[in-house]
């Protein structure tokens, strides 16, 4: 399984950003892609997840109604838009894929992760 973020940047308060999560080396519907992201000096929030079969999307409260999961199965790709960015958005997002992880927000169910893409958002 390998799994690389893209998309990441200094963005200001109110601003958008498109992440990308590129993924291989697995059957791509038969997996939940998982998105998380971890401030400085706090621990992983979850913060969506897509079902790649039926594309049935989880999100945390935190980002419920200003970031949306996609994917594009041909391309084996799956997306993170936010839009309404906050300074507390700022965090080193990664994506991450399990088979059937028991819960879409628990980093500890997911057994393969990316290596991050960095979002800053300034005030």
């Known amino acids: 399984v390998q799994l690389v973020e893209s998309g990441g940047g200094l963005v200001q308060a109110g601003g958008s950003l498109r992440l990308s999560c590129a993924a291989s080396g697995f059957t791509f519907d038969e997996y939940h892609i998982g998105w998380f992201r971890q401030a400085p000096g706090k621990g992983l929030e979850g913060v969506g997840c897509m079902k790649i079969s039926d594309a049935v999307t989880v999100y945390a409260d935190s980002v419920k109604g200003r970031f949306t999961i996609s994917s594009d199965n041909a391309k084996k790709t799956v997306y993170l838009q936010m839009t309404s960015l906050k300074p507390e958005d700022t965090a080193l997002y990664s994506c991450?894929?399990?088979?059937?992880?028991?819960?879409?927000?628990?980093?500890?169910?997911?057994?393969?992760w990316g290596q991050g893409t960095q979002v800053t958002v300034s005030s």
């Open positions: 991450t894929a399990d088979e059937e992880p028991g819960h879409c927000l628990a980093p500890a169910d997911f057994g393969s």
